[in-house]
């Protein structure tokens, strides 16, 4: 690469990092694609990979079930999703 690629590609990199949200998957359209019933892939697939704030297991009589809840955030904003039997039953916002 000659060097004025090189910097014409650090300028763009850092242009990017300094515009608020640029690139960022915590964003109103996305939190807006997320609908109850999807699976763990398929809201990863428009987040990226979440961070497991909780998760527990159990049964009722015969019937196991587990509970998850995740969340992706940047900076003051956050989406928080709520899994039962890995489909999603909750999601909430702050910030978007």
Not at 18 to 41: E, F, P, Q, R
Not at 43 to 48: R, S
Not at 68 to 73: D, I
């Amino acid at each position: 690469m000659t060097r004025q690629v090189i910097l014409v590609l650090l300028i763009a990199g850092l242009t990017c990092v300094l515009v608020a949200g640029c690139g960022s998957k915590v964003s109103k359209t996305n939190y807006d694609k997320i609908n109850n019933g999807m699976t763990v892939a398929e809201v990863e697939g428009i987040m990226g990979k979440g961070a497991e704030e909780a998760a527990g297991a159990g049964a009722i009589g015969n019937l196991p079930g587990s509970a998850k809840v995740m969340s992706w955030k940047d900076g003051d904003k956050t989406i928080t999703v709520t899994f039962v039997n890995d489909k999603v039953t909750a999601k909430i916002q702050k910030g978007l």
